[in-house]
């Protein structure tokens, strides 16, 4: 990489608190003049206002692209046109300091909401964008196929695409209030952040004047099915999902669990609660929101070793042993934490799920204890249960998922058993 | 969070060289012990020889777990029945300091490889894992039903699930060697994953002694279908399809791309190339290699912020603007940067692939590049291009894509017009 004419040379280990220019944020005030921006940039150190950059761990690759004289440091994104597809809030819930932790509210309308700032030479990048699509999947053109969806040409086409709103949201961290809701003080916190991570980030014990960090991790994508605006009237019917991502399902299918199966199901669920009752529908709105934490966020090399060690223990693949494999290979049966999940249904003004389609006790937990009413559960069919994942589906109904069923007990779960690895 | 006994209480900021009991890395040595160990523990400092840490950016979540007090920051994983099921090498690249410098070759084997370094209390844990699994597609299911696959019984089941050996991957960048893959020095690849990630891990500019990186970023996972070992004999006829992964088609089918109708195709292929003759299948073996590179590695809030600017700008989604809208945006055309993706292919001992099946002219150079010989190339079926992602296919063929047809000139870009926003 050639050396720019004019970088700096010097490096600055830690930022320092005192830098001029840099804008305050007040989080959770109600309108985004009081909130103030949240300043990321790489470029203007003294304009910074958060630890960490945008784009999570995608920066990564931008220091890549810098590094093969690829991309100029002080390119600025030109947002023209890329404002959002449909209006979301501003509602109630953004005002609440304590409601929305972990995401920017006014993320997706930095463009407009702070004209002034970035006029007055302020970098600031959405950590929201929103927009449509139209997703085709092969499990809805089966459900049309079988009679069970009918193309209604405005939600669903007669070629089974169906239309959706979308938004990709980028984490955005109050410190102060995560910490409150894992139940430890934002200096814990912050000790934890650093260390556990084997030192990223020292400004987050440097510099507690800095409450906001853009942790390089995953973010969430909604589908919206229906209008957007419909999600937060609470007498319009809502069916939703809040899935975690899982590659080997949600991708190639892997018959070890139901992730996809579950996933396909619930958009079966909301193309056919948003649609109209001509269609067969139930007149509503309908949303998926998915998380990016692959394997219970314990990552997928852990995933795999824990496979492993299910498949070859003594006795075979059992679910009375189902959680106890991750806990030995991981200290942990899920490292997922439910407890900033609900920020986005929030964000999107939510204030009832009329039909929330997983039996996940704890996503039911963190949802309704967030002050958000669910009303139906629904679970996932029986005969979209693949026979192997029988196993985590038993262990889980045992733990406290959700079932219309009979809850398995020490014996069935001992006799329920699965494929061995050859 | 709890402290926990004995806990110390003094935070060092950066970790300096002249730790007792790390154990060195000599980064392309021919043997484990030769090579040493990747420690990237969090508990002993004193033994850790690496920038950052395990699982990517779920060391995140570990802090979290940590934070909620659900993890003890002692944990040790009990890797009892984790290690491969299939037997991956060693094979004479991993012996080549230059071939493989951004995962670690030894790294799913670490149990036995490192044995007696676990026994004397390293905490050294797998980068590497490798198990079995049975992948269940709708795209394969309709292809044996309408007759293009048929059922072995060995590779592909009578319902249509396909058996494979799949691995996940964990980075492990050697930074000098990354450093000559992207032509800069070390030193200016450290500062740039210094500065452009807003601060992370400031080791990377003041442990010069510390060679190797774990970035907190997406791995990969391979698909293996047939014989792991075959994948290392160009007798064999290889079949494979390097994937970069996107969220909105691989798992929702979006229309606005080819990703998932391509990677299925390329299963398919797979499927047929590894089968025996007897099934209508090539008799060799078949690859996918899913790399976590959401958007083109820029992230997918930048990916829908760019559809937006297609669609709104005068003229409408055009062919000829493709490009230019992701540059306004981003800065760059693509940060994928294909340049450490060959490594993967190394590990497993390739050294010809017969049928590539992809159009990529950067994965191919990259391929190439790297010493390994790709024979075919295998396009998509014009069929199974979504009417709305011609826009996308025509602007990359004009940009070098492999076609076997004609590349569309600057008047076919200009007609090649994708859906508006309504």
Known sequence: MPPEPGAPRHIRLTSHAGGTGALPIRWGA?????????????????????????????????????AAGALARDHRADLTNTSPTDEIGPYPQWG????????????????????SEIAAGYDIRPTIAVTKAHVILPEVIEAVQKGRLKPD???????????????????????????????????????????????????????????????????????????????????????????????????????????????????EECIRGAQPASAGGRGGVGLISYSRKEGRALG????????????RQVGGDTADQYFARTE???????????????????????????????????????????????GERVNIPPELIPADAQVEMMAKMAAGYFTPGVVPDEQGLKQTRGRGLE
Not at 38 to 50: L, P
Not at 300 to 311: G, I, P, S
Not at 328 to 347: I, K, S, T, Y
Request: aromatic content about 8%; hydrophobic content about 40%.
């Open 153 to 267: 040409g405005q939600l669903l086409t007669e070629g089974g695409a169906a239309l959706v709103t979308k938004a990709a949201i980028e984490p955005v961290w109050w410190l102060p209030g995560v910490a409150r809701r894992f139940g430890c003080s934002e200096a814990d916190l912050r000790r934890v952040l650093f260390e556990e991570t084997g030192g990223m980030y020292p400004e987050l014990v440097t510099r507690s004047d800095l409450g906001v960090f853009l942790p390089p991790i995953g973010g969430q994508t909604l589908y919206i099915f229906g209008d957007a605006r419909d999600l937060a009237d609470p007498a319009v019917e809502l069916t939703a999902r809040v899935h975690d991502e899982c590659n080997g399902s949600d991708v190639f299918g892997s018959d070890i669990c139901t992730c996809r199966p579950y996933l396909t199901h619930a958009i």
């Open 300 to 311: 997928e090399v852990t995933k795999f070793l824990v496979y492993n060690a299910r498949k």
């Open 30 to 66: 109600a309108t985004p003049a009081e909130r103030g921006p949240v300043v990321g940039t790489t470029m203007q150190r003294g304009h910074r206002n958060v630890i960490g950059t945008h784009s999570g761990s995608y920066s990564v690759y931008r220091a890549l692209a810098v």
């Open 96 to 115: 609440d300091p304590e409601r929305i932790v972990s995401l920017d509210p006014w993320g997706a309308t930095v463009a407009s909401a702070f004209a």
């Open 328 to 374: 030995c290979v991981a200290g942990v049966q899920d490292m997922r934490f439910q407890e900033l999940m609900p920020d986005v249904l929030h964000w999107l003004g939510i204030r009832r799920i009329h039909r929330l389609v997983s039996m996940s006790n704890m996503k039911y937990d963190a949802i309704t204890q967030s002050g958000i009413e669910v």
